[in-house]
């Protein structure tokens, strides 16, 4: 099991930047694909970006693509999101989570969470 807390979140400004971390304890993080998901209030938990634990592959949800980048730092077991160009409907909380195996998008294929970081982008 690996452990996660998100950091990075806040209030922002529409057009403006932010990169989100998670820092990982536990097993051996370079092992693991992690993703970044995000929940609005009233809303479903949504996919937003993912990257993969051998060959470093990215893929974002469509909402996010051309504006999000995830990456990764093993040496520092640390998963990053930075997105621009942010939007008020980005406005959610952030959570990364891990899991064993390829980058997948389906929230109930990841095995481990952290406790997830407000995101407010006011326009």
């Known amino acids: 099991q690996v452990q996660l807390v998100e950091s990075g979140g806040g209030l922002m400004q529409a057009g403006g930047s932010l990169r989100l971390s998670c820092a990982a304890s536990?097993?051996?993080?370079?092992?693991?694909?992690m993703g970044w998901f995000r929940q609005a209030p009233g809303k479903e938990r949504e996919f937003v970006a993912a990257?993969?634990?051998?060959?470093?592959?990215?893929f974002y949800a469509n909402s996010v693509k051309g504006r999000s980048t995830i990456s990764r730092d093993n040496a520092k077991n640390t998963v990053y999101l930075q997105m621009n160009n942010l939007k008020p409907e980005d406005t959610a909380v952030y959570y990364c989570?891990?899991?064993?195996?390829?980058?997948?998008?389906?929230?109930?294929?990841?095995?481990?969470w952290g406790q997830g970081t407000q995101v407010t982008v006011s326009s």
């Open positions: 989570a891990a899991r064993d195996g390829s980058a997948v998008s389906w929230s109930y294929a990841y095995r481990s």
């Open positions: 536990g097993r051996t993080f370079s092992t693991y694909t």
């Open positions: 990257i993969s634990w051998g060959d470093g592959s990215t």
